[in-house]
């Protein structure tokens, strides 16, 4: 157990040297062990997003009960071998798929997913069903029940609730394979509760939807589970219109359809960022904007703009030799975008050519110097143009921007900035903080 909760500790408090991360190991295991944790010590937090509302639970990140989730989550990742879908590598197996998708004779793409999820998988059945009699140790089963125990559905924010609905997608994902077999599965992936197939023979609407709830209901049993009916798209190639789309995993998909003086039919996509995604970046961009408005701190305008604006990657060492690298950003988030450019839908193209633009517009600010040769130029400050580029920016110390100019860029906005005794990690998340970067 105190391994595992090492490993945790590594991932959860970067700051933390070895010495501290083997002494708290060795507290937290103890209180663990000693049944000091409490599962019904959670909080509740309510985020608005527009007119939805969403409940959040969660636990202190360096509690007891907390680390004992996280130490439970791996027990469980490693019994059922779950494997956590990558959102890039499905989408670039889209994007490689597509074409060869038009010059199909047949085809019927389905967009669909699952209504308010998590508060719809019960742990206490995920527990009866599968947990119960694994080869989990008996230990581990009693923490686990306790848990499932506290909880009536699988609320979003605690880190068990992912695990947990996964154990039971597996089954749902085989299932649903299965039963689409003679329908030729040409595409099926499933990121938490979003999923997109692509069959190379026509299914009705009113049949797929047969056939999916029947599925659900099979497996998912007394778990009220249920499709979301205002995020269903289906698309056949036997009655496709003029023009029609679909968003998956934030990324927007528009097939045009067209018909030749010969009367041959052709299918050609186009991509972009979803809709919701657009107005998403524009109120993040805006925050910034507004900032300077009020502030007049062009040099903390600068900064996040050139942030925004690339690709950034931070890479933060776990252990001795093992790395973690993670991407951040539009570009980072799109980047499969940059291979089709001569494809990319019209609102997204004028949105990351545009957008810094049309917010100065909208709030009647002149256009800062670092600006003003972006919308004609290749510019750092032109997201159009770091796509289209890749242009990266790397916080890695032996790959990337040196500890030394990390800090110096650090001082022009804040400086007074104490560094001493700091990782390069530790570093790089406060200069963030101080650009107001997530």
């Known amino acids: 157990m105190k391994y595992k909760i090492k490993s945790i500790l590594r991932k959860t408090n970067y700051s933390l040297t070895d010495e501290q991360i083997d002494t708290q190991a060795s507290d937290y295991e103890k209180n663990i062990l000693s049944g000091n944790y409490d599962f019904s010590k959670y909080s509740k937090m309510t985020f608005t997003y527009q007119t939805k509302k969403r409940i959040i639970y969660s636990y202190d990140e360096m509690s007891v009960e907390n680390i004992l989730c996280q130490y439970i989550k791996k027990q469980i990742d490693h019994t059922f071998h779950i494997k956590y879908k990558s959102r890039k590598q499905i989408i670039n197996y889209l994007f490689n798929t597509l074409p060869l998708v038009?010059?199909?004779?047949?085809f019927v793409i389905i967009r669909t997913d699952f209504k308010s999820f998590f508060d719809t998988i019960k742990p206490d059945y995920i527990y009866e069903k599968y947990l119960k009699e694994s080869i989990i140790p008996r230990r581990d089963k009693e923490y686990i029940k306790q848990y499932t125990n506290q909880f009536k559905y699988c609320f979003a924010g605690l880190c068990l609730s992912n695990v947990l609905a996964e154990i039971i997608c597996q089954d749902f994902d085989q299932l649903l394979q299965a039963r689409l077999d003679s329908y030729g599965v040409v595409f099926y992936e499933r990121y938490v509760d979003d999923m997109l197939l692509i069959l190379n023979t026509n299914i009705t609407k009113?049949?797929?939807?047969?056939?999916?709830?029947?599925?659900?209901?099979?497996?998912?049993?007394?778990?009220?589970?249920?499709?979301?009916?205002?995020?269903?798209?289906?698309?056949s190639k036997r009655e496709i219109s003029l023009s029609q789309n679909f968003d998956f995993l934030g990324y927007n998909f528009t097939l045009n359809h067209s018909v030749?003086?010969?009367?041959?039919?052709?299918?050609?996509?186009?991509?972009?960022?979803?809709?919701?995604?657009?107005?998403?970046?524009?109120?993040?961009?805006?925050?910034?904007?507004?900032?300077?408005?009020?502030?007049?701190?062009?040099e903390l305008l600068r900064h996040r703009i050139k942030i925004y604006s690339s690709r950034v990657v931070v890479g933060r060492k776990?252990?001795?030799?093992?790395?973690?690298?993670?991407?951040?950003?539009?570009?980072?988030?799109?980047?499969?975008?940059?291979?089709?450019?001569?494809?990319?839908?019209?609102?997204?193209e004028v949105f990351l050519k545009d957008i810094y633009f049309k917010i100065l517009s909208e709030l009647h600010i002149t256009t800062p110097y670092f600006l003003k040769q972006s919308k004609t130029e290749s510019s750092v400050y032109n997201v159009y143009s770091c796509l289209e580029r890749n242009r990266s920016i790397v916080f890695d110390e032996s790959i990337g921007m040196r500890k030394i100019d990390l800090i110096q860029t650090i001082n022009k906005l804040s400086p007074h900035y104490n560094h001493y005794g700091k990782s390069y990690f530790q570093i790089v998340m406060e200069y963030f903080s101080i650009i107001k970067i997530e």
Not at 265 to 289: C, E, N, T, V, W
Not at 333 to 341: D, G, I, M, P, S
Request: net charge positive; charged share 30%.
């Open 260 to 298: 030749n003086n010969k009367n041959k039919s052709k299918i050609d996509f186009l991509f972009g960022m979803a809709p919701h995604k657009l107005k998403r970046y524009k109120g993040i961009f805006m925050q910034a904007f507004l900032q300077y408005k009020k502030d007049g701190n062009l």
């Open 102 to 106: 038009k010059d199909l004779k047949d």
């Open 318 to 348: 776990i252990g001795e030799d093992k790395y973690e690298w993670s991407l951040r950003g539009l570009v980072g988030n799109y980047n499969e975008l940059r291979h089709h450019l001569e494809s990319i839908d019209n609102a997204t």
């Open 206 to 235: 009113a049949s797929f939807l047969s056939l999916l709830n029947s599925v659900i209901k099979e497996v998912f049993e007394s778990c009220p589970v249920k499709l979301n009916s205002k995020k269903f798209n289906y698309i």
